[in-house]
């Protein structure tokens, strides 16, 4: 969480599990470009600072440590 938090701020809030509850980390920098334009794609986002704006803001060495990676916690269906 620490070079997540240095690449977008401290002042944004990050909505999160332990490392410890991760089940699964993919490496989805195969598909970065189309993931990067799909969140670039929310212009009104891009303009007024959220996300989309910091990620066009990004060297892409920063895009790939920010989006590079999806980790996911699995959870009962029941």
Do not use: F, N
């Not at 969480?1 to 490392?19: F, N, Q, Y």
């Not at 189309?34 to 007024?48: C, F, I, N």
């Not at 959220?50 to 060297?59: H, I, K, M, S, Y």
């Not at 990676?69 to 009962?76: F, K, L, Q, S, V």
């Amino acid at each position: 969480m620490e070079s997540l938090a240095r690449l977008i701020g401290r002042r944004k809030t990050l909505h999160s599990v332990p490392d410890g509850q991760v089940d699964v980390r993919l490496d989805v920098t195969p598909w970065l470009d189309t993931k990067v334009a799909a969140v670039l794609a929310h212009r009104s986002e891009v303009r007024r600072g959220a996300l989309p704006g910091l990620v066009d803001g990004l060297a892409a060495d920063a895009r790939v440590e920010l989006l590079g990676t999806e980790w996911y916690a699995c959870r009962d269906a029941t």
